[in-house]
């Protein structure tokens, strides 16, 4: 990352910074007023030195006195500065996080089929606080030690100017090492990040199979991959440490030879001048406060660099495509769920042959209708049409009679009700869970527990209804999981529910319940089942068969098995293997 690419970045970093900038305000006036006793402990010197010795110059007690007083004032003054840059930091992390959240929760569906979660959690936790505590520590080192050091020039400016001038010779000289340390560190800070996301990435995987890793027996063949990208980590973190740990050597070499030069033109001044101790003590104390400040001012290059490297990943987060919704119409009310697929066409990027090719058919409202067929045959595909989640490439998809691309996402997807293969659940309770995003309703909670086969279960729970049930259910069996999912589809209460393998991990008794729960609602809501088991749709009022993203035969469960197609073959096989 060059540094014009640092630019845009700062600029946007300070977006978040910019509605706390009083602190900032106030946190300058703090260390101004530490900066401005900086200046009374070289006169301090060149008075003691100049005439202090003598026997009745000042009372011995004054000493303490302006020492203590003088560091009572700058400590005060610190402590105020640092802690108004904390309070301003700690805003900023929240609005920062606060804003990739927003993105996060906004992406495109395409991202997130892109983005591995580690990385997302690394970007939204971590990156910010590290970014703006990086940059934070930058512009507390600058504050504490760059306004002394301002101080401390103009001090050197009154006392000599001639000499001041020559010690700021070795400053361009210094200005080109740092720009040289800089790219490196640049460059292999950027090798380090990507690195770390990689890391967590792995650890994430680590944590969400480790059924999977166990069952095959794969601990050692997931050591030893964390090793190696563990390795990468160490490798980048210690080039990026060692080109850091170049700068403050490289730097204290260059200003060693301009404080040579000033000490030797220095003592010669005195010496042909005939001037006393005094301006000599005044001159050298006020240097090597001066040389103390901007050495530790030459560190600071390198962290900030570090922050804009991280940064540049926050900032990829946040620009990342997000899902378009030109929609404009909002249903009035509920759907009476007729939806009808004309001509579709569907491309995933990268894929050389359409997910749908020309599809055709119809959910007639009030009925249930099942979508069978191989993988891959383009029963996900049409699913996530209809909830908007992919956009067709040509052709059009009616809800109701409407074109569902002139809807708001938001009023198209409150008519679905959703139940996946691919259960999600929230680490809260099994209240919150079913009653989801909606206003909460005992009754409503009971009939869809009931109906979903779960009541009983919920009894006998601790803390029944509010039972924690952790992160993505892992304090519940696959079926309960799956169960809890149904009930919150239940207490959605839509107009359309769609089941995508729904019942797929709940035992026959289950099965049979959830099944029995369904039909009650046979003929009031529009019902779309995706099944492999076609078993559990044998009373389905119409069946769609799909292959290669084309509709292959349509019909009742009887009307297939008489037409002796590809339903037939499917139930046939399924027989066998039963």
């Keep these: 990352m060059s540094a014009e690419a640092t630019k845009p970045l700062a600029s946007r970093l300070w977006t978040f910074v910019k509605p706390h900038r009083a602190g900032l305000a106030l946190t300058f006036l703090a260390y101004l007023g530490a900066a401005g006793t900086e200046w009374f402990i070289p006169k301090l010197t060149g008075y003691v030195f100049g005439g202090g010795f003598e026997r009745d110059a000042f009372h011995l007690a004054w000493i303490p006195v302006v020492l203590v007083g003088l560091f009572t004032v700058r400590g005060l003054c610190s402590f105020a500065g640092q802690y108004l840059f904390q309070w301003t930091l700690t805003r900023s992390v929240m609005d920062f996080r606060t804003a990739l959240v927003e993105s996060l929760l906004r992406?495109?569906?395409?991202?997130?089929?892109?983005?591995?979660?580690?990385?997302?959690?690394?970007?939204?936790?971590n990156d910010p606080q590290q970014i703006l505590w990086l940059l934070g520590n930058v512009g507390m080192a600058a504050l504490r030690?760059?306004?002394?050091?301002?101080?401390?020039?103009?001090?050197?400016?009154?006392?000599?100017?001639?000499?001041?001038?020559?010690?700021?010779?070795?400053?361009?000289?210094?200005?080109?090492?740092?720009?040289?340390?800089?790219?490196?560190?640049?460059?292999v800070a950027s090798q380090a990040y990507d690195a770390q996301l990689d890391l967590a990435n792995r650890v994430e995987d680590l944590a969400r199979a480790w059924r999977v890793i166990r069952q095959f027996g794969a601990v050692p063949v997931e050591r030893q991959r964390f090793a190696e990208v563990a390795q990468s980590v160490r490798r980048n973190s210690l080039k990026t440490s060692a080109a850091s740990a170049l700068a403050?050597?490289?730097?204290q070499f260059v200003a060693s030879i301009g404080i040579s030069l000033i000490l030797v033109i220095a003592v010669w001044q005195i010496r042909t001048t005939g001037e006393g101790a005094k301006a000599f003590a005044e001159y050298v104390?006020?240097?090597?406060?001066?040389?103390?400040?901007?050495?530790?001012?030459?560190?600071?290059?390198?962290?900030?660099?570090?922050?804009?490297?991280?940064?540049?990943?926050?900032m990829e987060l946040m620009d990342a495509p997000k899902e378009q919704d030109?929609?404009?119409?909002?249903?009035?009310?509920?759907?009476?769920?007729?939806?009808?697929?004309?001509?579709?066409?569907?491309?995933?990027?990268?894929?050389?042959?359409?997910?749908?090719?020309?599809?055709s058919?119809?959910?007639?409202?009030?009925?249930?209708?099942?979508?069978?067929?191989?993988?891959g045959a383009g029963k996900s595909?049409?699913?996530?049409?209809?909830?908007?989640?992919?956009?067709?490439?040509?052709?059009?998809?009616?809800?109701?009679?409407?074109?569902?691309?002139?809807?708001?996402r938001a009023s198209l997807r409150r008519q679905f009700a959703v139940v996946s293969q691919d259960i999600v659940l929230f680490d809260t309770s099994v209240a919150d869970n079913i009653a989801y995003a909606q206003v909460?309703?005992?009754?409503?909670?009971?009939?869809?527990?009931k109906a979903a086969h779960l009541w009983d279960f919920v009894q006998t729970l601790p803390e029944g209804l509010e039972t924690p049930i952790g992160a993505n259910g892992s304090k519940l069996s696959g079926g309960q999981r799956q169960r809890v999912a149904i009930a919150r589809a239940l207490y959605k209460d839509a107009p359309i529910w769609i089941f995508d393998e729904a019942t797929s991990a709940l035992d026959t008794e289950s099965e049979r319940a959830v099944q029995q729960a369904l039909e009650a609602w046979q003929g009031r809501k529009t019902l779309i089942v995706i099944a492999h088991r076609l078993s559990t749709i044998r009373a389905a009022d119409c069946i769609h068969v799909l292959g290669n993203g084309r509709l292959v035969e349509s019909g009742s469960h009887a009307e297939l098995l008489a037409r002796d197609g590809a339903y037939a073959a499917m139930v046939r096989a399924q027989s066998a293997e039963g």
Aim: hydrophobic fraction near 50%.
């Design 440 to 449: 909460r309703d005992e009754a409503r909670l009971e009939a869809a527990l």
């Design 285 to 314: 104390t006020a240097l090597l406060l001066l040389i103390s400040k901007l050495r530790h001012l030459s560190d600071l290059s390198q962290p900030a660099t570090q922050a804009m490297v991280i940064a540049r990943g926050c």
């Design 145 to 187: 030690d760059g306004l002394p050091a301002i101080v401390m020039l103009v001090f050197l400016f009154q006392l000599n100017w001639r000499l001041t001038l020559i010690a700021l010779i070795v400053t361009p000289l210094m200005g080109w090492l740092m720009r040289k340390v800089n790219h490196r560190v640049r460059r």
């Design 361 to 375: 058919l119809r959910f007639a409202a009030g009925q249930t209708t099942a979508l069978v067929g191989a993988s």
């Design 326 to 359: 030109q929609g404009t119409l909002e249903l009035p009310g509920p759907a009476k769920g007729d939806i009808e697929l004309d001509a579709v066409q569907l491309t995933y990027p990268g894929a050389t042959t359409p997910a749908l090719d020309g599809l």
């Design 107 to 125: 992406l495109d569906a395409q991202v997130y089929t892109r983005m591995q979660s580690g990385a997302a959690v690394t970007k939204v936790v």
């Design 248 to 251: 403050q050597p490289a730097s």
């Design 381 to 408: 595909s049409v699913i996530h049409l209809l909830l908007g989640f992919d956009h067709p490439d040509a052709g059009a998809i009616r809800l109701d009679g409407q074109d569902i691309e002139q809807l708001t």
